[in-house]
C-alpha cells in the first residue's frame, strides 16, 4: 500500500484542504497493489483548477452564488425536486475551501452540501426551501479578482418587477410628495472602490444611502426610496428602473473615490455631460470607466440591453431640462458639503462626466463621490458614525433647498 507521504512532500500535503486530501486518498486506492505508477487521472490532479473562495449574497428576487476558480473550468448545474435542490458540478476541480462550510442565512437556501462524486469532480448540493430558476455565468479574471463562476438562483413565486421594490402606482395625484431615490452604488458581488483598510465602497455608500434616506423621510412632503438595501448586486439599468417606477424627482448616487495617489482626497458632486461624453481629464476617465464596469462585473453587457434609458444619449428638450435642473441640484449639494466640517472638497464646481447610471432623460440625476478611500485620512472618516451622519446632513440640507426653490413639494 503506497503511503500519502511517498506521493506528496510534506510541504505538499501541509496545503491540501480536506477535500484534496480525499481526492488524492480517492487516487492512491485507484492504484494496483504494489504498483509504483500513477494513474493518468492522477497524474492530471496537478493541473486541476482549484476552487479558492465560495461566497453568497441575499437580493430581494434571488441568491447569488459566486466561486471564486483559478481559472475557467466546465461546469454543470442540475435542478432536483422533491425536495427543491440544485447540485452544482464544477469539472476538472479540487476545493482548496468547502462549500458547506460557509456561513448563511437566506429564505432560498436551506443547506448546503458538498462531495466528491468522482476524482475531479467537485459537487455542491443546495437544499431549497422553494423552487427557483437557476442560471449562471462565467466572470474573467479582472483587477485583483480571479476567474468567478456566478450562480443565481432567482424565485419563482413572488418576484419582485424591480429589485427591492414592490410595483407603484404611476398616480401622482395620489399624493404630492417629492420622491427622491437614493442609488448606493455597486453591491454584492461587485465592492468598488477598497479603501487602505480593507473598508468596502459598497458597505459605505449603503451606510451613508440609509442616513440620508432617513433624514429626507422625516421631512414633510419629501419620500426617499433605495435602488438597494442591502448588500446584493444591482445592475445600472435596474437602478434607473427603480427610479422610473417611483417617478423619482430626484435621482442621487453614492459612492467613495480611489486614485493610485493616496494624497488624492476629497468631495465630488458629478452630472451627466450633454451627448454622455466626459468632460477632457483623465482621472474622471479613468473613474468614469470604473463606475461603468459595474454591469461587467455582474455579469450584464450593456451593448446587449435594449432599454434606450441605459444606454441611450440624451437627445430631446426634455432630456436638457434635466441636465439643467441637474446642474443646479448639483450646486446646491456643493454648497452645503462645503460647509460640513472635515469635508475637503475635490473640485469646486459640478463636474461632467459620462456615468451610465445617470442617463435618466426624465429625471435630474446626479453622482457623489464622497472621499477617497485611498487616503488613511478620509477612509477613517467614512467608516465614523458622525462623520456619515454629517454627509447624509448636507445632501439632505441640499435635497430639500432644490426641492423648495423649484417647486416640487
Keep these: 500500500m503506497i503511503n500519502l507521504k511517498s506521493v506528496l512532500d510534506k510541504k505538499t500535503e501541509s496545503k491540501l484542504s480536506p477535500l484534496q486530501r480525499r481526492q488524492v486518498l480517492q487516487g ?4 494496483s497493489v504494489g504498483s509504483m505508477v500513477l494513474p493518468p487521472s492522477f497524474a492530471h490532479a496537478a493541473r486541476l483548477n482549484r476552487i479558492t473562495d465560495v461566497r453568497m449574497w441575499t437580493a430581494p428576487d434571488h441568491t447569488r452564488l459566486v466561486f471564486d476558480l483559478e481559472r475557467n473550468t466546465r461546469h454543470q448545474l442540475l435542478q432536483l425536486r422533491n425536495p427543491n435542490r440544485l447540485v452544482v458540478d464544477l469539472m476538472d476541480s479540487v476545493a482548496g475551501v468547502d462549500p458547506a462550510t460557509m456561513g448563511f442565512s437566506d429564505p432560498i437556501v436551506n443547506r448546503v452540501r458538498s462531495g466528491i462524486p468522482r476524482p475531479g469532480i467537485i459537487r455542491t448540493v443546495f437544499e431549497l426551501k422553494t423552487g427557483i430558476k437557476p442560471r449562471s455565468f462565467f466572470l474573467k479574471a479582472s483587477g485583483e479578482k ?10 419563482v413565486e413572488g418576484k419582485s418587477k ?3 421594490d414592490q410595483p407603484v402606482s404611476h398616480d ?14 455597486h453591491g454584492g458581488i461587485d465592492p468598488g472602490a477598497v479603501g487602505l483598510n480593507g ?10 444611502a440609509k442616513r440620508l434616506a432617513r433624514k429626507i423621510n422625516s421631512m414633510d412632503g419629501f419620500k426617499a426610496e433605495l435602488t438597494r438595501k442591502g448588500d446584493y448586486f ?3 439599468r435596474d ?11 430626484l435621482f442621487v448616487s453614492l459612492h467613495a473615490n480611489a486614485f493610485r495617489l493616496q494624497s488624492a482626497k476629497g468631495t465630488s458632486v458629478y452630472m451627466l455631460s450633454e451627448g454622455g461624453k466626459p468632460s477632457p481629464d483623465k482621472a474622471i476617465r479613468r473613474l468614469e470607466q470604473r463606475e461603468n464596469s459595474s454591469d461587467l462585473i455582474g455579469g450584464v453587457k450593456l451593448s446587449h440591453v435594449a432599454d434606450p434609458t441605459v444606454r441611450g444619449i440624451l437627445m430631446d428638450l426634455t432630456q436638457r431640462d434635466s441636465l439643467n435642473r441637474a446642474l443646479v441640484y448639483g450646486k446646491k449639494l456643493l454648497g452645503e458639503l462645503k460647509d460640513t466640517p472635515q469635508v475637503n472638497i475635490h473640485f469646486k464646481k459640478v463636474k461632467q462626466a459620462g456615468f ?3 442617463k435618466a432623460p426624465d429625471m435630474p440625476s446626479i453622482l457623489v463621490e464622497l472621499a477617497f478611500l485611498t487616503n488613511k485620512r478620509e477612509e477613517r472618516l467614512l467608516r465614523n458614525d458622525s462623520h456619515q451622519n454629517a454627509l447624509a446632513s448636507a445632501l439632505a440640507a441640499g435635497t430639500k433647498k432644490f426641492i423648495r426653490a423649484t417647486g416640487l413639494a
Excluded: W
Design 28 to 31: 492512491i486506492a485507484a492504484m
Design 146 to 155: 480571479p476567474p468567478r463562476l456566478v450562480v443565481d438562483l432567482v424565485r
Design 162 to 164: 424591480t429589485p427591492g
Design 172 to 185: 401622482r395625484t395620489a399624493s404630492r410628495d417629492a420622491v427622491v431615490v437614493i442609488d448606493p452604488g
Design 199 to 208: 473598508t468596502k465602497e459598497k458597505d459605505v455608500a449603503l451606510q451613508v
Design 234 to 236: 444591482v445592475s445600472l
Design 239 to 249: 437602478r434607473v428602473s427603480v427610479a422610473r417606477n417611483h417617478q423619482a424627482d
Design 356 to 358: 451610465a447610471v445617470l
